[in-house]
């Protein structure tokens, strides 16, 4: 059964995202609000709940998940990260950006591009993830809500419901969101490229 909270967009109340988090951690997948859309979350070890993932979005082996952080001091631990990227990042979150780096050891290697070896790390400007992610204490395993019919992340909690009950664990009504998914900047030769434009100012990224 999937459950349905209305967690307030400002003022998360901490009962239910306790309870939120709670579900993640016993293997449950999450819909949750993001600044860029709502998203798909579970716990970064969880490999069922991955697979999850892969079969509701359709998504093949080449997708490059992201690691959802509360803030910056969990970037060494994820990712291989120089002087000139940490200083890119520091200066655009939190915010709807997702980053591609290099991934660390400590990632595992199904969340990594299995070429490339890099992983998705983004810091959300939303109280509601923020707030889960506080609670959870580590990264949350995400990728954006974007179904294989969809051009555009769902925005709307009870369309999300509707689509997706018996399907997830729980769908988190945080309001409605912007549809745009992140604009996706890769880091990999040390300096901001745009590899998808979405939320936010990605042309800030190009001068």
Do not use: W
């Amino acid at each position: 059964m999937t459950q349905f909270y209305e967690i307030h967009a400002q003022n998360p109340q901490l009962r239910l995202i306790s309870q939120a988090v709670a579900s993640v951690r016993n293997g449950g997948l999450i819909v949750y609000p993001t600044d860029s859309g709502y998203a798909l979350g579970c716990h970064i070890g969880d490999k069922k709940a991955l697979d999850r993932i892969r079969k509701i979005r359709k998504l093949d082996k080449s997708h490059n998940f992201t690691l959802v952080c509360r803030d910056l001091s969990e970037l060494g631990i994820y990712a291989r990260v120089d002087n000139t990227s940490f200083r890119v990042l520091k200066n655009h979150t939190p915010g709807p950006y997702t980053f591609i780096l290099r991934a660390s050891p400590e990632v595992p290697n199904r969340l990594q591009h299995p070429k490339r070896k890099t992983i998705g790390i983004r810091v959300p400007d939303s109280p509601i993830a923020l707030a889960l992610l506080e609670a959870l204490g580590e990264p949350l395993m995400s990728t954006s809500l974007i179904l294989p019919e969809e051009t555009s992340a769902l925005a709307d909690p009870e369309e999300i419901y509707e689509k997706l009950k018996g399907k997830v664990d729980l769908v988190i009504n945080g309001g409605f969101v912007s549809d745009q998914p992140t604009s996706v900047i890769d880091m990999l030769d040390g300096f901001p490229k745009v590899s998808r434009y979405g939320a936010g100012n990605p042309e800030a990224f190009e001068s």
